[in-house]
């Protein structure tokens, strides 16, 4: 990270400096909240998580190398610096802020209910193709996570890419006053965090606040094919830039020949130009992650040879619509999260196989008052997209199962279809039930770690 003093630190989160002033003037080498990540002068903060506090490792993380501590405690006489914050979390968001004012970058924010990594990647990959990125990694994308990345921004980087995952009004805000994006993307409006957020016009409402910390000569990119998003007005008159696959956003796509399992081509059409580029993973979701890519690129001043170039290096990544070629099976790893809409975008890519079949699908989270029949509406899906053997892990797919025989007795469909209370019943007759050369589509919500049958089917002997 830039430099950044004590002085400077306790400044910005309107902390106490405790300790020898000859410290003052130190620099921090980077932000850490993990004990294990600590190197020479890292600033720890001690955060106080649900199973452990932060509090205690900093005796350990002093004597590791840390240059200073972040603590809501008075820590006494102690031969090493501290900063005294009345809430850590609150403290890490604050610096996170004056960090982000302090950088001459591009900042690209994203957010939306389904696809926002995959997006993120996509984003990035096209980026990379003329600018120094830094991009989110893994779930960093919380009121702890962003701070974290935003704190890994170097002086060589000029473009950031910003996932900024919410579940609950009031959680955008502080994100975004963080990021202070010049561009703001928004993927779509669907039905995750209905728990929290009630409504698809909540979530819509709580998403689309990203907007209200961005540069003013900023571009706003939605997803035009999505009906929350094509009607959106803005509170500050502000005109969105769309993407899709219909021919009125200005951002489309013509000419797709769809290569199953081997991805997409596709002619992309800008307000400008048009050209031609190929998407290594497979499916019509692809194609939006694609086209906001496009979107973001041309923003930035980015021409189409360069843009092409990046949407075909994108590289899949763990748990999303990542194909593993194992042994006995080709393997559709999706499991890292789950909602309806994802999950039958990932019914449409199994779709492509032209072998076998398989889907394995688990329990969707946080979907509120209406989550069995959403999980009933999954189910159905699966039988009308043709899926030749069904197999649902947990309590609420029992629904999810349930709703597919009902539809493949009402359609005279060939699949059949299983349910089991844990993925262990599963494993006991899994080999009853797979074959070799199938092709099987992996996907739950995160809790129900679904990452473990993807181990376990990729290294069967």
């Known amino acids: 990270m830039k430099h950044m003093t004590l002085s400077e630190i306790a ?16 620099e921090v080498s980077s932000v850490a909240i993990d004990s294990r990540k600590v190197v020479k002068d ?3 903060v001690a955060i106080k998580g649900a199973r452990v506090d932060g509090h205690s490792f900093i005796p350990q993380v002093m004597e590791a190398g840390a240059l200073c501590s972040l603590s809501e405690q008075d820590l006494g006489d ?9 809430s850590c979390t609150e403290a890490l968001k604050d610096l996170a802020e ?6 001459d970058i591009k900042v690209v924010g994203i957010t939306g209910s389904v696809g926002k990594t995959s997006t993120k990647e996509m984003i990035a990959s096209v980026l990379s193709e003329k600018y120094n990125v830094l991009k989110t990694e893994g779930n960093f994308n919380n009121e702890i996570g962003l701070p974290l990345t935003v704190f890994n921004i170097r ?4 473009v950031a890419v910003l996932e900024m995952g919410i579940s609950h009004f009031g959680d955008m805000k502080p994100l975004a006053k963080i990021a202070r994006p010049d561009v703001c993307v928004i993927t779509n409006i669907g039905y995750a965090h209905l728990e929290n957020l009630g409504t698809r016009d909540g979530i819509l409402k709580e998403k689309s606040s990203m907007t209200d910390y961005m540069n003013p000569e900023g571009s706003v990119i939605f997803n035009g094919d999505d009906d929350k998003l094509k009607s959106y007005t803005s509170r500050d008159g502000r005109t969105p830039v769309y993407f899709g696959l219909t021919a009125s956003c200005p951002f489309h796509v013509e000419n797709i020949e769809r290569k199953g399992l081997k991805g997409t081509y596709a002619e992309f059409v800008t307000p400008t130009s048009r050209f031609h580029a190929h998407i290594s993973i497979p499916g019509d979701h692809m194609i939006y992650n694609a086209l906001a890519g496009v979107a973001v690129g041309y923003a930035l001043g980015m021409d189409n040879e360069e843009i092409a170039r990046g949407i075909e290096k994108l590289v899949p990544i763990a748990g999303r619509n990542n194909l593993i070629e194992a042994k006995h099976y080709t393997i559709i790893d999706d499991c890292y999260n789950a909602n309806p809409a994802s999950m039958k975008s990932s019914l449409d890519v199994l779709a492509y196989a032209d072998t076998r079949k398989v889907a394995i699908l688990g329990d969707m989270g946080e979907l509120g008052a209406d989550e069995l029949a959403m999980h009933r509406e999954v189910g159905a899906y699966a039988a009308f997209k043709n899926t030749d053997v069904l197999v649902c892990i947990g309590a609420l797919s029992k629904d999810m199962a349930e709703a597919a025989k009902e539809t493949v007795l009402a359609t005279e469909k060939n699949m059949k279809v299983f349910h089991f209370d844990t993925k262990e019943d599963f494993y006991q007759n899994m080999r009853q039930i797979l074959k070799d050369n199938d092709t099987i589509l992996i996907k739950a919500s995160h809790f129900m770690e679904f990452p473990e049958i993807v181990k376990k089917l990729s290294e069967e002997a």
């Open 98 to 103: 004056h960090y982000r004012r302090s950088l």
């Open 78 to 86: 102690v031969d090493y610096p501290y900063i005294r914050v009345s």
């Open 155 to 158: 002086e060589e980087h000029e």
């Open 42 to 44: 890292t600033l720890f």
């Open 11 to 26: 400044d910005a989160c309107c902390g106490i400096y405790c300790g020898d002033p000859a410290f003052l003037d130190c």
